[in-house]
């Protein structure tokens, strides 16, 4: 069974930064793909940014050049770095995972139970 375990969340100036973590159990396999999302209140859960096994990445167009997402595959974690925080940014943060040897953006299998991110301005 996969379970996601995020932690790193938390109050933060604007401008500020943040590190957000995610720990995986289960196989390896089963998180091929692993992403970040955020779901402020009132708002549909978008996507943030995701990292393939080999490392490729993607990102939202709000986060570029502020946020990096990266995995180190032997703790079968990711993390998300969030640097030049802004009020918008505000959200509760999910870790997913995927079976796919892609990038994908949505249909994540896999999810955990989210990291409040409270950014004052």
């Known amino acids: 069974q996969v379970q996601l375990v995020e932690s790193g969340g938390g109050l933060v100036q604007a401008g500020g930064s943040l590190r957000l973590s995610c720990a995986a159990s289960?196989?390896?396999?089963?998180?091929?793909?692993m992403g970040w999302f955020r779901q402020a209140p009132g708002k549909e859960r978008d996507f943030v940014a995701a990292?393939?096994?080999?490392?490729?990445?993607a990102y939202a167009d709000s986060v570029k050049g502020r946020f990096t997402i990266s995995r180190d595959n032997a703790k079968n974690t990711v993390y998300l770095q969030m640097n030049s925080l802004k009020p918008e940014d505000a959200a509760v943060y999910y870790c997913a995972g995927d079976p796919s040897v892609v990038i994908p953006q949505v249909g994540y299998r896999y999810w955990g139970q989210g990291t409040q991110v409270t950014v004052s301005s």
């Open positions: 990292i393939s096994w080999s490392g490729c990445t």
């Open positions: 289960g196989r390896t396999s089963s998180n091929r793909a």
